[in-house]
């Protein structure tokens, strides 16, 4: 060890210590530092590529923001699709292109009430084509956001968070599936079986359900159709809301959520946009759930009497029904096709579109 030597300038004040700083070889620590980031990298992609992961791109609010910006580039004259997770990842785009002749602009967002993008389109003169409005109950008319910041993004997106996506899509997303956010590390963390603690809630965070394109196509991650345990996992974070207490206010926010949707349709229609909702269909316990917590004739009913708006109901239509839902509340990949299709089918034979 070097010596320390006192250096003292004055009787009157502490002393001042001298210490040599040893000799170390910058070179060969940066790289060990390099080997050992490069190898622990490696590591985490190869476990995420092992658990069946794939590249893919993140559903970050930028990414959203990209989308609705296209309305203000000038293609405000076509369809445009809001809602939960159910239109997110069932309406597949490239179907939808080919039944129609046009791709929509996917603008919605799962866990999340289409309301605020309703709202949003309501007041842009710029957008005047057709609006597709994705219904799940217990999302829309509970007011529930699990993305509460999505359209501030879009409003407010600094030019630095607009070009750390376009790097993030061209350098990082197509080819690391380790950087998916349900492979953060915290994430990861967060989830262990950590000990119950009295008095605190312990609910399961919904995991990966989707994989998701550079224009936001998502279609169910192929794990949740072919893993039973990942399928397991899946149906039971639903089942832990199934008796969840309602709030008191319950019925307030219900009418205040199908108020401001009816405000929002009014100004749409008086712009000249067709607005269809679409109540996309569930299956099994989160049906039931829905049916009991949520009856159609006190929901959606009223929904569309107040509103004045059109809808399709998936109970309505046969060609709607007897599709799969691995976890109960999303189609497959291949049923997703197929609901697509059939769903622009009666957009074109009964709605005119």
């Known amino acids: 060890m070097a010596a320390r030597t006192p250096v003292v300038e004055s009787q009157l004040e502490a002393p001042i210590y001298v210490r040599q700083l040893p000799q170390v070889r910058l ?84 866990g999340t009430t289409p309301l605020p993008m309703l709202e949003d389109l309501a007041d842009d003169p710029d957008f005047t084509g057709r609006l597709l409005v994705g219904i799940a109950p217990d999302v829309f008319f509970s007011g529930y956001q699990e993305r509460k910041g999505v359209v501030d993004h879009y409003r407010k997106e600094t030019p630095t968070q607009h070009a750390g996506q376009r790097l993030s899509m061209w350098f990082l997303e197509p080819f690391f599936a380790f950087y998916d956010p349900d492979y953060a590390l915290t994430q990861v963390l967060k989830r262990q079986r950590w000990p119950v603690r009295p008095g605190v809630e312990n609910y399961l965070d919904v995991r990966r359900l989707a994989v998701h394109g550079s224009d936001r196509n998502a279609r169910m991650w192929s794990k949740v159709e072919t893993d039973p345990e990942y399928q397991a996992l899946a149906k039971s974070i639903w089942a832990q809301f199934f008796d969840y207490p309602a709030p008191p206010d319950a019925a307030q926010i219900m009418e205040e959520q199908i108020r401001r949707a009816a405000a929002a349709v009014a100004k749409l229609r008086a712009r000249g946009v067709d607005v269809v909702f679409v109540r996309p269909p569930s299956d099994a316990e989160y049906l039931a759930y829905e049916n009991r917590t949520l009856p159609r004739a006190e929901t959606w009913d009223v929904l569309l009497a107040r509103a004045g708006a059109r809808g399709i109901h998936f109970e309505d239509h046969p060609e709607l029904q007897g599709y799969w839902h691995p976890e109960w509340s999303h189609l497959s990949g291949a049923e997703a096709d197929r609901f697509t299709e059939a769903l622009v089918g009666i957009l074109k034979r009964d709605f005119g579109w």
């Open 27 to 110: 070179g060969m620590a940066w790289f060990i530092a390099v080997v050992l980031f490069a190898g622990g990298l490696a590591a985490w992609e190869w476990k995420w590529r092992a658990y069946g992961a794939g590249p893919g791109y993140r559903n970050s609010d930028s990414l959203w923001a990209m989308q609705r910006r296209r309305i203000d580039q000038g293609e405000g004259n076509g369809t445009v699709l809001i809602g939960a997770s159910r239109v997110f990842f069932d309406l597949q785009l490239p179907v939808w292109e080919r039944v129609a002749g046009a791709r929509p602009i996917q603008l919605a967002m799962e």
